[in-house]
Structures are given as C-alpha cells and as structure tokens.
C-alpha cells in the first residue's frame, strides 16, 4: 500500500523492510532454488515471527496485545470544557454547525466576490503564472464585520486590524459568555488565552489600496497582538500566545492550555483558533504544490482523494480544572483526558506524514488519559 513509503522513506529502511517482509519470495527470485528451498526453510519453522507480521498489518487482528502496559487512571486533573463558541462555513453559531453535521450539509461554495473575483486568477497552474484552477471553499459570513467601539477600538484603527484579529475578540467574549461569566469576573485572575492563529494576507490588501502606514498599520497584522488585545481589554495575567502549526494549530492551541492548567500557569483558559481566507495567494501556492482537490470534495481515505478544500472559521473553548468547575458548578460539555503532541522528523517530505509517528503519538496520549484503546467508540 502507498503508506510503506511513508513508513520508510528512504531507499535503505525501505530494503531492509522489503528483504524481511518478503524474504521468501526474494529468496526464489534472485537465489538458486537449493540455496532458495535452505532459506525458505528457517521461515516455515518460526510461527512466532509469521503471527507478528500478520499481527502488525491487520487492522482487525483480535489476538494483538494491548497497545498500553499500564491503563491506570492517570494522575493528572481532568479538564473541563465549560464554555464553548464559534462560527463555521453556513452556521453563525456551535448549533447550527452541529445541525450541519447531523444533516450531512454540504457547506462548500465557490469564492465569494467579496474575497476576490476567482475568475480573474482562473487557468492552468501548469502553463499560466500566478493562476489556479480551485475555485472552492468554505466561507463564513460577515467576515468583514465587527464592532469597535464596544472593544475600546477606533474605527481608523479597526480598519487596519486582520480580520483574524477581530474573530479573534468577537469569539473570545462569546466563549466567556457562553460558559457564563462576565468580564468583571475575569478581570485580574490567572486566565491564559492560546490562540491557533496566523497571517492572512490582510496586509497585502491595504497595500494594495495604498493605504497610508499609520501607528496601528503593524499592531493590525501581527498574530501575537490578537490573543494580546484581550488579554489587555479584560486585564488577564495569565500567558497569551498564539500557535502557528498549520493545520493542527487549534489543536495544539488546546494542548498548551492543558499543559498551563496542569502546571497551575493558570486557572482558566481559553483556547481555539481562527482562519480567514482574504487573498488568492495561498490557492495559487498550494494548487501548484497538488494540495488542493480541483472538485472542492475531501475524499478521505478513498482512492479517488486528491486533495483537500481551504475554509475560515473561528471556534473558542473556555477550559478549568474538572474539579473547580465542579466547585464553581459550571456547565460541563466534556472532558479533556489527555493531550500529547509530537513531530514526525525526517518524513517522506517537509509536508509528508510520518506513520510510526503518529502511531507513538496516541500511544503517549492514551498512556497520559490512562485509557485503554478497546474501550474507545468514536475516533476523529
């Protein structure tokens, strides 16, 4: 299957791989048949290793020993999910995206005139510069809306602002909100804000407009100041970061909240992501990198799969310790377990998953949770 060559991505591991795989089969091949039947032999008279090879390349083998040595409960506090806010492609709110869900909605369209006009940038990324033939994606409304004045911001100065940067603010108070606090109540504590978050490009468009450089020009387009702006405007003293991963930021976002949590750096934090879609640049990069599904479909898993579809979106969780959002007798949507996270090294390619990786990485999650495998129903 096409993951061996992730797995061993070198010519090396990739022969060392093949000659004990397949050891048998090369034997007959490339060496005399009596010199091929001696070393069949040895083969036929270890069970042991025949069963682990089956073992390790079936998917429903029922004999496999437990991933984990030791499913104890973990030591560590759970932590709670006590607030919870977003707004996706065709749903303004965390309801509507779960109606989305439930009714299987497809919540893909072709780019909206006020991103830009994706005709003018249509062609072969083959044979044309600068051009793409993606013409999909999912985009939230009223990306351009946002309310100043009720942030302590002027209009000149929002004017200037990412649009990430506003989400970013407008879903922080929604969180807090939602798990139903007011400002005052956070003002001064310990609460930490990581923010999966990164440039959109906006600054590219004033410059296109020729807009002046003023004071706030670079304030506006900085991703560390989103996660500051609300750490300023609700006097928060705990860490306010935010996480550029690619596509796991918001994830890893969550990760370093738990660890903060876990290490008392803070008492409550917020966690999520953000993502805007504002210029052609980055279609027209990844398009030509074969990154990008031309039909605007995921098709994950399936042997017609090839590529993915962009999308903006902004989701906040407020998280406390299980144990004091029992105390405070907050709503409790779920709880976080256990959070790891690792890097895949040498891989494939820079952008390349790496398998074994991966793999190390739930085992370490699960060990921290102290949770056996065969007791999970619903993976992601």
């Known amino acids: 299957t096409p993951t061996v060559f992730f797995e061993y991505p070198t010519i090396q591991s990739f022969a060392e791989y093949l000659a004990e795989e397949y050891r048998s089969l090369l034997a007959s091949q490339f ?20 069963l682990k090879n089956k073992r390790q390349h079936s998917r429903f083998a029922r004999m496999m020993p437990p991933v984990l040595a030791n499913t104890e409960e973990s030591d560590k506090e759970p932590i709670a999910i006590v607030g919870m806010a977003g707004k996706f492609p065709k749903a303004k709110d965390v309801n509507e995206f779960w109606e989305n869900l439930l009714e299987g909605r ?10 830009w006009d994706w005709r003018e940038y249509y062609g072969d990324p083959a044979k044309e510069v600068n051009k793409t033939n993606i013409k999909w994606g999912g985009f939230i409304d009223g990306v351009e809306e946002f309310d100043p004045l009720f942030f302590g911001i002027s209009p000149r100065e929002a004017e200037l602002m990412d649009p990430q940067q506003r989400l970013l603010m407008t879903y922080v108070w929604k969180v807090i909100e939602d798990a139903g606090y007011s400002p005052q109540d956070l003002s001064g504590t310990q609460t930490g804000i990581f923010v999966g978050t990164g440039s959109s490009g906006y600054d590219g468009l004033i410059s296109k407009a020729n807009v002046a450089i ?17 750490s300023y405007l609700l006097n928060l003293h705990g860490p306010s970061e935010p996480i550029e991963t690619a596509c796991s930021s918001s994830l890893v976002a969550i990760h370093r909240a738990v660890q903060a949590l876990e290490s008392g750096a803070c008492e409550m934090a ?16 990844f398009n030509k990198a074969g990154m990008l599904a031309e039909d605007g479909r995921c098709k994950t898993f399936s042997d017609q799969a090839n590529g993915y579809v962009r999308g903006e979106g ?23 377990k256990g959070t790891a996270e690792n890097h895949g090294g040498r891989a494939n390619s820079l952008t390349a998953p790496n398998p074994k990786a991966q793999a190390k990485l739930l085992e370490t999650a699960y060990t921290k949770a102290g949770i056996d495998p065969r007791t999970v129903t619903y993976i992601e």
């Open 106 to 115: 497809d919540c893909i369209a072709e780019i909206p005139s006020n991103r």
């Open 314 to 336: 902004a989701g906040m969780l407020l998280l406390k310790k299980l144990k004091d959002a029992e105390s405070a007798g907050d709503h409790i949507y779920g709880i976080i």
């Open 31 to 50: 060496l005399a048949s009596d010199k091929a039947d001696y070393l069949e032999q040895p083969v036929v008279n270890e069970p042991k290793e025949n």
């Open 214 to 230: 003023e004071g706030y020009s670079s304030t506006g387009i900085v991703p560390s100041v989103g996660p500051n702006r609300m």
């Open 270 to 285: 917020i966690a999520g992501g953000v993502n805007t879609l504002v210029t052609p640049d980055l279609y027209i990069s």
